[in-house]
């Protein structure tokens, strides 16, 4: 089965620990998005990836790194940088490179809890 | 900039009964409009998008939106609803550069047997 696959479902973190969120997809997509869901905040971007070796800033990538060296991959490095990184992180792919009409297709998701 | 305001946090409805989720978006040209559904836990499943042609559109599950230029709204509707919409409904609007999608907060669907 085509889908997305974002692993692990839990992640919990120690406080000045970076951690590595894994996202997957076997859509043949170009394009990968990550989000990060907050309570009554709706879903915001965190990244996002148009083709392989080029992403760029979402609205809150303060704190997060990311990488594309592979078209299926696209892995969400939280840093110790990000103050408040307990969140549901979400990972996205479209078909080509966004175009506005293109529907995204989510993965089911990590929650990260920083302890 | 582009924005999507979902007014209501959350509604319950009574099962069989209709549904109307708000959202009102604000854009400068012709937006692309998109709802999404979550259920707990999960990741968002795409119920329906607008970008030209008809302004009634019609989604998986029943639902149906109206695109309404005058209002600036998008507004999604089911006529008769099942426990099994609830969930958490996500309107969205792509952003100006085509790049990426723009939420609102989402709207909370509670069933009521």
């Known amino acids: 089965d085509g889908g997305i696959t974002q692993s692990p479902k839990y992640l919990f973190r120690k406080e000045g620990q970076n951690v590595t969120l894994s996202c997957e997809q076997n859509?043949?997509?170009?394009?990968m998005y990550w989000y990060r869901q907050d309570p009554g905040q709706g879903l915001r971007l965190i990244y996002y990836s148009q083709i392989v070796n080029d992403f760029q800033k979402g609205d809150i990538a303060e704190g997060y790194s990311v990488s594309r060296e592979k078209k299926e991959s696209f892995p969400l490095t939280v840093t110790s940088a990000q103050k408040n990184p307990t969140a549901f992180y979400l990972c996205?792919?479209?078909?080509?490179?966004?175009?506005?009409?293109?529907?995204?297709?989510f993965g089911p998701g990590t929650r990260l809890t920083v302890l | 900039a582009q924005s999507v305001t979902q007014p209501d946090i959350h509604i319950t409805v009574s099962e069989g009964a209709s549904l109307e989720l708000r959202c009102n978006y604000s854009?400068?040209?012709?937006?692309?409009l998109f709802w999404y559904v979550q259920s707990p836990g999960q990741g968002l499943q795409l119920l329906l998008k607008?970008?030209?042609?008809?302004?009634l559109v019609q989604g998986i599950k029943g639902f149906e939106a109206e695109f309404k230029r005058s209002q600036s709204s998008f507004n999604l509707r089911k006529p008769s609803v099942h426990w099994s919409d609830a969930a958490e409904y996500f309107c969205a609007v792509s952003n100006q550069a085509g790049t990426a999608l723009i939420f609102g907060k989402g709207t909370t669907l509670s069933v009521s047997s």
């Open positions: 996205a792919s479209s078909m080509e490179r966004f175009q506005g009409a293109d529907t995204q297709y």
């Open positions: 854009y400068g040209a012709t937006p692309y």
């Open positions: 859509l043949n997509h170009d394009a």
């Open positions: 607008y970008f030209s042609g008809d302004t």
